[in-house]
């Protein structure tokens, strides 16, 4: 999906025209304008069908219920069945020894683990007690400005399933790129078993977790990709970013966000 300055949308520009010129007039003491009906009667016409595909055609269909399947060894029939998986899945972290952060506290997932609508990425979890490191987690302010967005387009918290990108706590600083490689290949598994309808990966480093190599991926929010061939993957900025971010800052981050949760909305309505 191509991205540009929202600012430089010429029908950004014309709204910003309009309001310019609405405003002008209410200063003047302007409370009434005519208008000629055949042009309100367009301006309050629906959106004709074709216009609206056209308008989804660039995002990646998002399966229905119960169609996406984990690639490999064959269909996840039961809730017992997933819980199986989940537990092998759980094992194989538990017990994973290949990078440097190995002997760290480990972080689960949480949430609906069979066929959730999302499957949310979390960032790392950062070691010690910072701010930072618990929205990391996605407790306390962080978790609940996620509930927010997650809600603002109409998906209750108990629906989904969080994971950590990586599950060993990790110093503040970039992430090692061995246990990148290493959560990247487990993650894809685990993903696989939950079987969920999209991916949300809430910054850079869940970005780069699943999407290596990918400068795009790892800096700018927004852009679709698709895992295991049939799963859409979006990025998201971390909420924890937007509060540490200030309120002046963060404006523009939201605004980012909340444009990539209603087109979520809409995929997932499709």
Excluded at 50 to 55: I, K, P, Q, T
């Amino acid at each position: 999906m191509p991205v540009s300055d929202f600012s430089e949308n010429p029908i950004v520009q014309v709204l910003d025209d309009a309001i310019a010129a609405v405003t002008l007039l209410r200063e003047n003491g302007m409370k009434l304008v005519s208008l000629d009906p055949h042009v309100w009667a367009k301006f309050c016409a629906p959106l004709p069908a074709a216009a609206s595909e056209r308008r989804l055609a660039g995002l990646p269909q998002i399966p229905q219920p119960n169609e996406v399947q984990p690639s490999g060894s064959g269909r996840i029939e039961t809730p017992d069945d997933r819980q199986h998986v989940m537990q092998l899945v759980n094992e194989a972290f538990a017990t994973c020894r290949a990078c440097c952060y190995a002997g760290n506290a480990r972080f689960g997932s949480r949430g609906n683990v069979y066929n959730p609508p999302v499957a949310i990425v979390n960032g790392p979890c950062l070691l010690g007690d910072t701010p930072p490191a618990v929205g990391s987690h996605l407790e306390g302010e962080a978790g609940a400005l996620l509930d927010k967005m997650m809600a603002a387009i109409g998906l209750k918290p108990e629906s989904l399933y969080i994971t950590p990108a990586l599950k060993c706590g990790i110093p503040r600083g970039k992430a090692d790129v061995t246990a990148l490689s290493t959560c990247a290949k487990l993650l894809r598994k685990e993903l696989q078993a939950v079987n969920p309808r999209a991916i949300v990966l809430l910054g850079p480093v869940a970005a780069q977790t699943l999407c290596p190599g990918e400068r795009a991926m790892a800096g700018t929010i927004g852009l679709w990709h698709v895992f295991e061939g049939n799963v859409p993957m979006v990025t998201l900025h971390h909420p924890m970013r937007l509060i540490l971010a200030g309120e002046a800052l963060s404006v523009p981050m939201k605004q980012e966000n909340w444009r990539v949760l209603q087109a979520l909305r809409v995929r997932l309505q499709v």
